[in-house]
């Protein structure tokens, strides 16, 4: 069943025109998680959300863990529930999974790479350890260039979902939360051409619009990293810790090089903080007049 229909303004990007973008209005519906349908999607979300080390996280079992709670978290759709999803928001709660070998790869992968930032290796460590913490992993991942007005929506429903299910006693009663996401980088020179593409937009390549896109919610970044999802500047605000990370399995790079330069990212925030970031994703991204 739908939970709700959201209709957003979307760039054509693949318009024959290189001067005039078209728009077109796409009705997104959100859905629970669909255990019969999604699983390949999910995967496919969960393997680009961890880059070129998504390989051995078992990220097989992971969506797997994900449709196994389908009464928590949110797929995105244009074509009905029984097409494949574009998007999800999902949380799972470490300890209660902590056998399943997806959330062992995972627990110790994160543990791993905090290590480049002392403080907060030491508070993950801790609040991964402690039985009196309860940690969710959130997992949220969508195709580029789906708008980022869709969000919000999600965190609303994901907040209700949690307060429901707390109150049937259901494991989802968060101290923390650790959210996990993936940024790219760009050189002085690369940043220089976004510059000049975004004030010609008609001579924009389709990868420099998709970095434009990005960027518009930051305008320059001081370090040249900048976020593939745009909310995550509003959840790195809150967070208790946040930290930028290479990939385990990234090639080096060079002037020859091509694509992104892309690298993870890590964000441990206070649970009791949710309700506060869907709120403010809702009035920094939501169009007016969308609910």
């Known amino acids: 069943m739908s939970k709700r229909k959201n209709q957003v303004n979307h760039e054509d990007s693949d318009s024959d025109s290189e001067d005039t973008p078209t728009f077109i209005d796409v009705d997104f519906d959100f859905f ?26 078992s990220t097989h079992a992971l969506a797997d863990l994900v449709l196994s709670q389908p009464d928590i978290g949110t797929t995105i759709k244009t074509d009905g529930e029984e097409s494949s999803p574009y998007a999800f928001l999902s949380i799972l709660n470490i300890g209660v999974h902590n056998d399943n ?3 062992k790869s995972l627990v110790e992968y994160i543990l791993a790479k905090s290590k480049g930032d002392n403080a907060f290796h030491e508070s993950l460590s801790t ?17 580029i260039n789906m708008p980022v007005p869709v969000i ?9 979902e949690l307060r429901d299910a707390v109150e049937e006693n259901e494991p989802f009663n968060f101290t923390h939360l650790i959210f996990v996401s993936r940024v790219y980088k760009l050189t002085p020179e690369e940043e220089e051409a976004m510059t000049i593409a975004r004030q010609q937009p008609g001579k924009a390549s389709k990868r420099q619009k998709s970095q434009n896109s990005n960027e518009e919610t930051n305008d320059r970044s001081p370090d040249g990293v900048y976020p593939f999802h745009p909310e995550d500047e509003e959840i790195r605000k ?5 930290l930028i990370f290479p990939y385990s399995n990234a090639q080096p790079r060079n002037a020859e ?16 903080q949710l309700t506060e970031l869907a709120r403010v994703l ?10």
């Open 238 to 242: 809150i967070a208790s810790h946040h």
């Open 127 to 143: 609040v991964l350890r402690d039985p009196q913490c309860q940690v969710g992993l959130v997992l949220c991942e969508r195709l």
């Open 257 to 272: 090089s091509f694509g992104l330069d892309t690298a993870g990212r890590l964000m441990l925030v206070p649970a009791a």
């Open 282 to 291: 809702g009035d920094v991204f939501q169009p007016p007049g969308n609910v």
């Open 152 to 160: 919000p929506p999600m965190y609303r429903m994901l907040v209700d």
């Open 101 to 103: 070998v997806s959330i």
């Open 32 to 57: 629970g998680f669909n255990v019969t349908i999604d699983y390949h999607a999910i995967k496919r979300l969960l393997d680009q959300l961890f880059g070129v080390d998504a390989e051995g996280l």
